[in-house]
């Protein structure tokens, strides 16, 4: 298998607002693409579209050769998805969360408390363990939902704002996670910070009004940036 996220054609409508406008690109194994743009671009839309967490009004996602919406068990097993703001069930702690994910995932015993404790360790929540999450500051809630994202190791992990609301040490950790995955995984990270592209993306997606503006690395768009400097912070 060539690429392991394909999307075509992807649209998506909210009523009168076409917040998504026909998106459509491929990303394989060791490929870290990065989703650049302004708020309300269609970023985290395109995201929840290509992971199946919604509907698109058009166009098809496939992740692995799964068909998100035709075969969304196989599809999702591949996959690990970070949604933008707070993990779920936030009355529950760290380690009953990520033992629940476990369990959605089909480990027991022994393999899920090893999971658990491997996911825990790489995102540093030895000492929230048992915190409920909503108790968190919003950086440990942002890793508690790292965690949840790698929790099986999976192929594909689309991944939005992974370093939102994270200090600069842990942005450079959670970079460094990123890039240490990056050579047998299709990754994909949306991110107002043009230094996390350079950082961490093989290519990059400039992101506006529901269109692709440009498509390259980060060197090349680094290089168009002049023009697109008004939707992009640096730090
Ligand atoms: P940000 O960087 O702020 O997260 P984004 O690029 O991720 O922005 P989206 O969240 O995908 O942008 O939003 C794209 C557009 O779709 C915006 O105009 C937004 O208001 C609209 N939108 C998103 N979700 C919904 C919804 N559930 N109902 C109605 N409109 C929505």
Redesign the pocket.
């Known amino acids: 298998m060539t690429h392991l996220i394909e999307i075509h054609g992807l649209v998506?409508n909210?009523?009168p607002?076409e917040?998504?406008k026909g998106i459509s690109f491929t990303v394989d194994r060791g490929e870290v693409l990065g989703?650049l743009?302004?708020?309300?671009?269609?970023?985290?839309?395109?995201?929840?579209m290509a992971a199946g967490f919604?509907a698109p009004s058009a166009g098809r996602a496939i992740i692995c050769g799964h068909d998100v919406e035709k075969e969304p068990l196989a599809a999702k097993r591949k996959l690990g998805y970070l949604p933008?703001g707070a993990p779920a069930y936030p009355d529950m702690t760290t380690a009953g969360f990520l033992s629940f994910i476990a369990q959605v995932r089909g480990y027991r015993g022994a393999e899920a408390r090893r999971r658990v404790a491997e996911a825990a360790e790489r995102l540093e929540l030895g000492g929230v363990m048992y915190q409920p999450i909503e108790t968190l500051s919003k950086g440990f809630k942002r890793r508690v939902g790292l965690a949840q994202a790698l929790l099986h190791d999976p192929e594909v992990l689309i991944l939005?704002?992974p370093t939102d609301g994270l200090d600069p040490n842990q942005k450079h950790q959670v970079r460094e996670l990123i890039h240490g995955m990056a050579r047998d995984k299709a990754i994909i990270i949306?991110t107002?910070i043009l230094e996390e592209v350079d950082a961490v993306c093989t290519r990059a997606m400039v992101?506006a009004h529901?269109t692709v503006l440009a498509d390259g690395t980060p060197g090349e768009l680094e290089a168009r940036s002049r023009y697109h400097n008004a939707v992009f912070v640096r730090g």
């Open positions: 998506k909210f009523g607002i917040a998504v989703f743009g302004p708020n309300g671009a269609g970023k985290s839309t395109t995201m929840k919604l933008e939005d704002e949306s107002h992101i529901g």
